[in-house]
């Protein structure tokens, strides 16, 4: 295949295995998710407590995309892949024999340090291989692939405990990850040329994190990207204490209810893609920014309300969370067109920071004194005006380099 042909064209089979890369931590997170009441009654402790294994999860991944994007500039993609899979299924181990909230959490941000090398390697690998235009294609159907993990991931935690304890969703995790390892050995090919790779020290990777921050071609878009996808996490950190306390869903309802909003960013990454010869990349970034605001101001409607009705509350969420289906890829895109040889260390960034505002997120949620709505709610207008922010922003600078 020439430059020109590799740099517009993907196979769908490479998608497939770099989504599978991808859906490991959506598939962490949210599987557990309906044990999480099971969990907190062994465990002799509140359900918010061991949420709070979520956050702690989230900065796994924060810290752990830090390290493997600057080491996979280094020495190649399918290396780092090798180790940080087999740590996360030795941390799935560690998760089965947890005894306490506290053993679990520990647990659980190994676990994370190892299955975050898959987004990293996943973003770095694309931005390798494809322009602008046919990355942000690329990004839209890994989004689409990868957000079937969050819709099977409640049923299938809550098949595992209809049969069997909490424990056995970490003993399947740990075996997914097998896989995962097993795939990368057989069929994911090196994409970073050893001459393109960056012969860089510690100095030097602080220097890179600190000129890659200051781009401002970069910095822009990964914070709407950021921002927009704290809506998610703060989503995840608080539905089960809404649907399931609050409105009293049982698991495997939990589950469908979780499962129709990932249905919903598959959606509307589909209808992303379809809308390409449309609308411009930010164009499209700037429709999914106002539909988040649309389901935010649902849900603060619905958060000042006594006792909401329950289809004002899932409407709201749906279109909050769904509408990441456009911001994630057009942003993502957006920030990593002009990166080149240093794609994993700027995907590293872009990937820290967004587990980083999912880690505040749980911290947040943690101190306010409302109803576990009314504090998601608000959390999530925070974000979505940051978002928004930088929308405008990047419009501005688009604006004036069209008048230069």
């Given at each position: 295949?020439?430059?020109?042909?590799?740099?517009?064209?993907?196979?769908?089979?490479?998608?497939?295995?770099?989504?599978?890369?991808?859906?490991?931590?959506?598939?962490?997170?949210?599987?557990?998710?309906?044990?999480?009441?099971?969990?907190?009654?062994?465990?002799?402790?509140?359900?918010?407590?061991?949420?709070?294994?979520?956050?702690?999860?989230?900065?796994?991944?924060?810290?752990?995309?830090?390290?493997?994007?600057?080491?996979?500039?280094?020495?190649?993609?399918?290396?780092?892949?090798?180790?940080?899979?087999?740590?996360?299924?030795?941390?799935?181990?560690?998760?089965?024999?947890?005894?306490?909230?506290?053993?679990?959490?520990?647990?659980?941000?190994?676990?994370?340090?190892?299955?975050?090398?898959?987004?990293?390697?996943?973003?770095?690998?694309?931005?390798?291989?494809?322009?602008?235009?046919?990355?942000?294609?690329?990004?839209?159907?890994?989004?689409?692939?990868?957000?079937?993990?969050?819709?099977?991931?409640?049923?299938?935690?809550?098949?595992?405990?209809?049969?069997?304890?909490?424990?056995?969703?970490?003993?399947?995790?740990?075996?997914?990850?097998?896989?995962?390892?097993?795939?990368?050995?057989?069929f994911f090919e090196e994409t970073l040329d050893p001459k393109r790779r960056l012969k860089l020290n510690f100095n030097q990777v602080l220097n890179l994190y600190g000129a890659i921050l200051q781009d401002s071609?970069?910095?822009?878009?990964?914070?709407?990207?950021?921002?927009?996808?704290?809506?998610?996490?703060?989503?995840?950190?608080?539905?089960?204490?809404?649907?399931?306390?609050?409105?009293?869903?049982?698991?495997?309802?939990?589950?469908?209810?979780?499962?129709?909003?990932?249905?919903?960013?598959?959606?509307?990454?589909?209808?992303?893609?379809?809308?390409?010869?449309?609308?411009?990349?930010?164009?499209?970034?700037?429709?999914?920014?106002?539909?988040?605001?649309?389901?935010?101001?649902?849900?603060?409607?619905?958060?000042?309300?006594?006792?909401?009705?329950?289809?004002?509350?899932?409407?709201?969420?749906?279109?909050?969370?769904?509408?990441?289906?456009?911001?994630?890829?057009?942003?993502?895109?957006?920030?990593?067109?002009?990166?080149?040889?240093?794609?994993?260390?700027?995907?590293?960034?872009?990937?820290?920071?967004?587990?980083?505002?999912?880690?505040?997120?749980?911290?947040?949620?943690?101190?306010?004194?409302?109803?576990?709505?009314?504090?998601?709610?608000?959390?999530?207008?925070?974000?979505?005006?940051?978002?928004?922010?930088?929308?405008?922003?990047?419009?501005?600078?688009?604006?004036?380099?069209?008048?230069?």
């Amino acid at each position: 295949m020439s430059t020109t042909q590799e740099k517009a064209v993907y196979s769908n089979a490479w998608i497939l295995l770099l989504a599978s890369l991808t859906a490991l931590g959506p598939l962490s997170i949210d599987m557990y998710l309906p044990a999480l009441p099971q969990m907190a009654d062994d465990f002799g402790v509140s359900t918010q407590m061991v949420a709070n294994s979520l956050p702690a999860y989230f900065l796994g991944l924060a810290i752990g995309q830090l390290i493997y994007g600057p080491v996979s500039d280094r020495i190649g993609r399918k290396k780092p892949l090798y180790f940080g899979l087999s740590l996360y299924i030795i941390a799935s181990l560690l998760c089965v024999f947890a005894n306490s909230e506290w053993s679990l959490i520990a647990a659980r941000v190994l676990q994370a340090l190892g299955g975050c090398v898959g987004v990293v390697i996943a973003r770095a690998a694309i931005r390798d291989r494809l322009d602008m235009q046919a990355s942000a294609q690329a990004f839209a159907s890994m989004m689409i692939v990868t957000t079937i993990a969050p819709i099977i991931a409640p049923s299938l935690g809550a098949l595992v405990l209809s049969f069997s304890s909490w424990h056995s969703i970490f003993g399947f995790l740990m075996v997914v990850g097998l896989g995962s390892l097993c795939c990368v050995h057989f069929f994911f090919e090196e994409t970073l040329d050893p001459k393109r790779r960056l012969k860089l020290n510690f100095n030097q990777v602080l220097n890179l994190y600190g000129a890659i921050l200051q781009d401002s071609s970069f910095r822009r878009p990964m914070f709407v990207g950021c921002f927009a996808g704290a809506v998610l996490f703060c989503y995840i950190s608080a539905s089960a204490a809404i649907l399931m306390d609050g409105y009293g869903l049982n698991q495997q309802v939990f589950a469908y209810a979780f499962g129709a909003n990932a249905v919903g960013i598959m959606l509307f990454s589909t209808l992303n893609k379809r809308l390409a010869q449309k609308l411009s990349v930010f164009q499209r970034l700037k429709l999914g920014s106002f539909l988040q605001l649309a389901g935010v101001g649902l849900l603060l409607v619905a958060g000042s309300m006594t006792h909401a009705p329950l289809y004002i509350v899932c409407a709201g969420m749906f279109l909050a969370v769904a509408a990441i289906g456009f911001t994630g890829p057009n942003a993502m895109a957006i920030a990593m067109s002009e990166q080149g040889a240093r794609a994993g260390t700027a995907s590293a960034i872009m990937g820290s920071m967004q587990f980083g505002c999912g880690l505040l997120c749980g911290v947040i949620l943690n101190f306010l004194l409302w109803s576990a709505l009314l504090n998601m709610a608000i959390v999530m207008a925070i974000f979505v005006a940051l978002a928004l922010y930088y929308v405008f922003k990047l419009e501005h600078e688009k604006a004036y380099k069209l008048k230069s």
